[in-house]
């Protein structure tokens, strides 16, 4: 039961649990019901360019992918991704954020992710090489997050 492993957790990951989870709520409603415009400085900041080589603590991800996995809505990877911007931009850490598109039985999908250091910190490399990843051109990020949302 999924009680039973949350109050097994530690207090810092409850914490962080509990954090992670309300964040889900505020990004789930800006993407929803905000136009990009006024969200779109929360992902793309100049910040994200002077990250320290900071390592992301250990099950940090995994504590955030629980959260948006046991959320009363569903969490795609948009919403994981800016979640888990969120929370490592809070300690100093400016992960990358990727996009990418495949053709799957016919139809375009879009997948996003975050790196750090070069590592991919919030997805496998299997699901992420079955992409090819979109290299953006000042301001059309719009395009690219109108796919995921």
Not at 43 to 57: G, M, N, R
Not at 125 to 142: A, F, M, N, P
Request: charged share 20%; proline share 4%; hydrophobic share 40%.
């Amino acid at each position: 039961m999924m009680a039973d492993a949350f109050f097994r957790l530690p207090l810092s990951h409850k914490k962080l649990f509990i954090k992670a989870w309300l964040m889900f709520l505020i990004w789930d409603w800006r993407i929803s019901k905000q136009p990009y415009q006024k969200w779109k400085g929360h992902i793309f900041t100049p910040d994200q360019f002077q990250s320290a080589k900071t390592p992301v603590p250990e099950s940090f991800i995994s504590v955030i992918e629980k959260a948006g996995r046991h959320h009363i809505r569903k969490m795609n990877c948009l919403r994981r991704c800016l979640v888990t911007m969120s929370l490592l931009n809070d300690l100093k850490i400016y992960p990358g954020l990727h996009f990418g598109v495949r053709i799957a039985a016919g139809k375009t999908e879009a997948h996003c992710w975050l790196t750090h250091d070069g590592i991919i910190i919030n997805d496998s490399y299997d699901v992420v090489s079955t992409y090819t990843e979109l290299r953006t051109k000042k301001g059309s990020e719009q395009a690219f997050l109108s796919a995921l949302t």
